[in-house]
T-cell receptor, first 117, second 112 residues
Framework: GAVVSQHPSRVICKSGTSVKIECRSL??????MFWYRQFPKQSLMLMAT?????????EQGVEKDKFLINHASLTLSTLTVTSAHPEDSSFYIC?????????????FGEGSRLTVL | AQSVTQLGSHVSVSEGALVLLRCNYS??????LFWYVQYPNQGLQLLLK??????LVKGINGFEAEFKKSETSFHLTKPSAHMSDAAEYFC??????????FGTGTRLKVLA
C-alpha cells in the first residue's frame, strides 16, 4: 500500500526557534497533502491543505505566518513552525492522497511530536 | 456542513466480547466513510472504508462496519475483542474531495 513518511518523529526545541517537519510520499505522487494537529487525547484538527506548486490553504484560525507550508514537489511537503512557543507543542500528522485517484482515501504519516521548552 | 459524532469517548470490553464503536455523521452528499485506528504516538492506520457499493464493509483485524443511510450511521464492530485491539479509534467522513472531518475518537480498553 501507499506509504507516507514523516521526519522527525520527535523533536524538542527551545522557545523562539523554528522547526521543520517533512512529509514524504514514498511510493506515489501526491498533488495534495494535508497537515493536522492533535492535542493529547483529542481528535485530529485539519490545519491546512498543501497543494504542489501553489500556496497552501489554511483552515480558519490557523496562523499562516506561524505555520509555513511548502509543497515543492509531488512527494514532499514541509511544515515549518516558526518562533515556536510551548503552546505549539503537539502531535502533527500529515496525510496525502494519490494523484489521479479519486477513492477518497488518505494515507497518513506516523506523526511528529513537537515539544517546545 | 459535514460532521461526525462518536458516542462514547471511552469503551471497555472484556477479551472475547463484542466490540461496538458508534459513529454517526451528517453530510449533504453521499459520503465516503472511514474508520482509523491509532496506537500511542503513532499515525493513523486505515481499518476500513465505505465509498460506494456494498454497505457492509469488512476491514483488517476482523473489524467490519455497516453503512446505514437511513440512520446516518457507520458503526464499527468486531465479534471478539483481542487485547491488541486496545487503541484509539477515529471515524471520519469525506465528501469525496479528500478533506476529512474526524470524530472525537473512542478509546477502546480490553479487559483480561
Amino acid at each position: 500500500g501507499a506509504v507516507v513518511s514523516q521526519h522527525p518523529s520527535r523533536v524538542i526545541c527551545k522557545s523562539g526557534t523554528s522547526v521543520k517537519i517533512e512529509c514524504r510520499s514514498l511510493d506515489f505522487q501526491a498533488t495534495t497533502m494535508f497537515w493536522y494537529r492533535q492535542f493529547p487525547k483529542q481528535s485530529l484538527m485539519l490545519m491546512a491543505t498543501s497543494n504542489e506548486g501553489s500556496k497552501a490553504t489554511y483552515e480558519q484560525g490557523v496562523e499562516k505566518d506561524k505555520f509555513l507550508i511548502n509543497h515543492a514537489s509531488l512527494t514532499l511537503s514541509t511544515l515549518t513552525v516558526t518562533s515556536a512557543h510551548p503552546e505549539d507543542s503537539s502531535f502533527y500528522i500529515c496525510s496525502a492522497s494519490e494523484s489521479g485517484l479519486n477513492t477518497g482515501e488518505l494515507f497518513f504519516g506516523e506523526g511528529s511530536r513537537l515539544t517546545v521548552l | 456542513a459535514q460532521s461526525v459524532t462518536q458516542l462514547g469517548s471511552h469503551v471497555s470490553v472484556s477479551e472475547g466480547a463484542l466490540v461496538l464503536l458508534r459513529c454517526n455523521y451528517s453530510s449533504s452528499v453521499p459520503p465516503y466513510l472511514f474508520w482509523y485506528v491509532q496506537y500511542p504516538n503513532q499515525g493513523l492506520q486505515l481499518l476500513l472504508k465505505y465509498t460506494t457499493g456494498a454497505t457492509l464493509v469488512k476491514g483488517i483485524n476482523g473489524f467490519e462496519a455497516e453503512f446505514k443511510k437511513s440512520e446516518t450511521s457507520f458503526h464499527l464492530t468486531k465479534p471478539s475483542a483481542h487485547m491488541s485491539d486496545a487503541a484509539e479509534y477515529f471515524c471520519a467522513v469525506s465528501e469525496g474531495v479528500h478533506k476529512y472531518i474526524f470524530g472525537t475518537g473512542t478509546r477502546l480498553k480490553v479487559l483480561a
